[in-house]
């Protein structure tokens, strides 16, 4: 399931999607290939060590799917530092059954250490977990805060406690497996949650290690003298079960979850596969372009479940398409752009959103923002923004699962009507040819700046989505993330006062 070429060969096919130069793609594959490079891994395999990946894969249930978060996190932040996948993998997967935000530090990059984009990135996972109604399991072995960077993270370096101690509070199950030594701030992770396992002679608890009692008190002690899973099982009380070797830990953590008598009352733990689907050959030609125009019809009709999509207005608002259809067999609705937002296109997704909110149906937005070159009035701009600004109020309030996937431009105010990330949705993720932008046209002020920061890989290392994701599995991640969403009870919806 994490097989290295696998994932390598599948990542590079999102350079299949955009006209780029040569010189463009030997970077982007440089780019994917520097963050699944697990340098020395064989000096950890000599220690006996589980990967990171390889402790996710032997954790989540045979077959099941694994839903990876973010995995472009950190790219280009730290300068030469390549902080891989942000320092800490993230994501949904299956354990004994049940629907698990997974959180995995990646001991290799730093010893674990937690950079700011790892802090935001774990809140983040912390975030659909509470939403989603997700046990969570840590898989810890961390050097706590990276020191230099200890200014961005103090503030809200607790706040991961907090949310730990809030969601067991709700009765969503914390679990933690000691893997390796956890200094610092990464001590009170299992400290904090319900039950935690500790590999004995691998994984350590202490606030400050032996280099750092020696330099205080002058005592030489041992760090298995210090917070080892003997001392912390036998003494301490600080860990509930001892694990023998990692395959232990990770036998016992399941068996914990199996135990948990946590089961959502809409669980979708048995649905969390999905299909990959071959796309049209003429639309898949489409794709190569990142400005081409993406017919909205045919990309709704090539992601649905055959004869499936029921198109709502049909012939009112046609620079957006909305219906219903079954995705994987989950019914949803969908909301996409097909040019430019006019005031009846918005004023059909306001209505299209409170059918499926009243009906509790999750809705799919894809956005392609394509700019009118057609001059309109005064009087018709006014209207439109008051069509917008309605949307943007009955889509803020609408508590139906919401997942976006921004196939090519996203800016301006289309960028919120059609849930981006500011509107909260579920999961947000974008293909190789999306850009981000806050203005509607093109500009000649600092285009080269402008260029880099609109581009994929730029905003998904800075978590401004979920994941990169290539076309190919598009209804793969989407089904997977509607399971995740619709794992617990839809509520009721409650729209605003709208003024205008």
């Not at 996710?56 to 030469?80: C, H, N, R, T, W």
């Not at 320092?87 to 959180?103: A, D, F, Q, R, Y």
């Not at 057609?374 to 439109?384: A, G, H, I, M």
Request: charged share 20%; proline share 4%; with cysteine.
């Amino acid at each position: 399931m994490f097989s290295i070429d696998m994932l390598y060969k599948s990542l590079l096919a999102l350079c299949h999607i955009r006209r780029i130069s040569s010189a463009n793609i030997e970077h982007f594959r440089k780019r994917i290939g520097a963050h699944l490079d697990v340098t020395g891994g064989e000096r950890y395999k000599k220690l006996d060590k589980l990967l990171p990946r390889e402790r996710i894969q032997m954790l989540v249930d045979p077959g099941s799917a694994f839903l990876e978060l973010s995995f472009l996190a950190g790219d280009g932040l730290y300068g030469k530092d390549l902080i891989r996948s942000g320092g800490l993998i993230t994501g949904v997967g299956v354990v004994s059954n049940k629907l698990c935000m997974i959180m995995c530090n990646e001991f290799t990059v730093k010893g674990g250490s937690i950079y700011p984009i790892g802090l935001k990135k774990y809140l983040r996972a912390q975030e659909i977990a509470h939403e989603c109604k997700l046990i969570s399991i840590h898989l810890t072995e961390s050097g706590g805060a990276a020191l230099p960077y200890q200014a961005d993270l103090f503030v809200e370096g607790g706040r991961n406690f907090y949310n730990i101690a809030k969601m067991s509070a709700e009765g969503l199950p914390q679990v933690t497996i000691v893997f390796g030594s956890c200094t610092a701030g990464a001590a009170y992770v299992p400290a904090m949650c319900e039950e935690n396992i500790m590999v004995d002679r691998k994984g350590y608890v202490f606030l400050g290690g032996p280099p750092l009692v020696q330099a205080a008190t002058g005592e030489i002690v041992s760090a298995e003298e210090l917070g080892g899973a003997r001392v912390h099982c036998i003494q301490s009380g600080v860990s509930d079960h001892f694990a023998l070797n990692d395959q232990n830990a990770i036998d016992i953590a399941r068996n914990i979850i199996m135990n948990s008598n946590y089961e959502p009352s809409d669980s979708w733990a048995e649905k969390f596969t999905a299909p990959s689907f071959e796309w049209n050959g003429d639309l898949l030609e489409k794709l190569s372009d990142g400005r081409s125009t993406l017919s909205a019809h045919e990309l709704i009709k090539n992601l649905a479940d055959k004869n499936s999509f029921s198109e709502f207005k049909k012939f009112y608002g046609v620079d957006l398409v909305s219906g219903f259809c079954h995705l994987a067999g989950i019914n949803c609705g969908v909301v996409a752009n097909n040019g430019m937002l006019s005031e009846k296109g918005a004023l059909k997704a306001t209505s299209f959103i409170r059918i499926c909110s009243q009906r509790k149906i999750p809705i799919v937005f894809i956005q392609n923002y394509t700019a009118n070159k057609n001059k309109v009035t005064l009087e018709q701009e006014d209207q439109r923004g008051k069509a917008i600004v309605r949307l943007m109020s009955v889509l803020a309030c609408s508590e139906v699962p919401k997942v976006t996937l921004i196939i090519g431009k996203s800016s301006g105010i289309e960028n919120y009507a059609f849930c981006g990330r500011s509107f909260s949705p579920n999961f947000l993720f974008t293909w190789p040819a999306a850009q981000f932008c806050s203005h509607d046209g093109d500009s000649s002020v600092d285009m080269e700046n402008m260029e880099e920061q609109q581009d994929a890989v730029y905003s998904s290392a800075r978590l401004w989505d979920d994941g990169v994701i290539e076309p190919k599995d598009t209804k793969r991640v989407l089904a997977l993330s509607l399971s995740c969403a619709l794992n617990k009870p839809i509520p009721d919806s409650k729209f605003p006062v709208i003024r205008m």
